[in-house]
Nanobody, 113 residues
Framework: QVQLVESGGGLVQPGGSLRLSCAAS?????MGWYRQPPGKQRELAAT???????NYADSVKGRFTISRDNANNTVHLQMNSLKPEDTAVYYC??????????WGQGTQVTVSS
């Protein structure tokens, strides 16, 4: 079982920035973040493969940047120009080459004035 430790959530004003980090106990091919807004289903925010291929939700393109440190099995999500609609619980996500998935416990991000 892969252990995932998330950090970096919190309350921020619209237009502000936050950086989420997730440390995995072992390396996985795909790492990233999904989010679940209040009353909605979980959705993709961004993912990145071990080789650096990224995938972003259209709603965050140009504002969020995902990166990873393969040596330390960590993934980061830099979130800029945050909007109230970015408010959600953000979940760290990893997937192996064979399709095995693991999820973090989630960290709350609230964008509000």
């Amino acid at each position: 079982q892969v252990q995932l430790v998330e950090s970096g959530g919190g309350l921020v004003q619209p237009g502000g920035s936050l950086r989420l980090s997730c440390a995995a106990s072992t390396n996985r091919f795909t790492m990233g973040w999904y989010r679940q807004p209040p009353g909605k289903q979980r959705e993709l925010a961004a993912t990145i493969t071990k080789t650096g291929t990224t995938n972003y939700a259209d709603s965050v393109k140009g504002r969020f940047t995902i990166s990873r440190d393969n040596a330390n099995n960590t993934v980061h999500l830099q979130m800029n120009s945050l909007k109230p609609e970015d408010t959600a619980v953000y979940y760290c996500y990893v997937k192996s080459r064979f399709g095995y998935e693991n999820w973090g416990q989630g960290t709350q991000v609230t964008v509000s004035s």
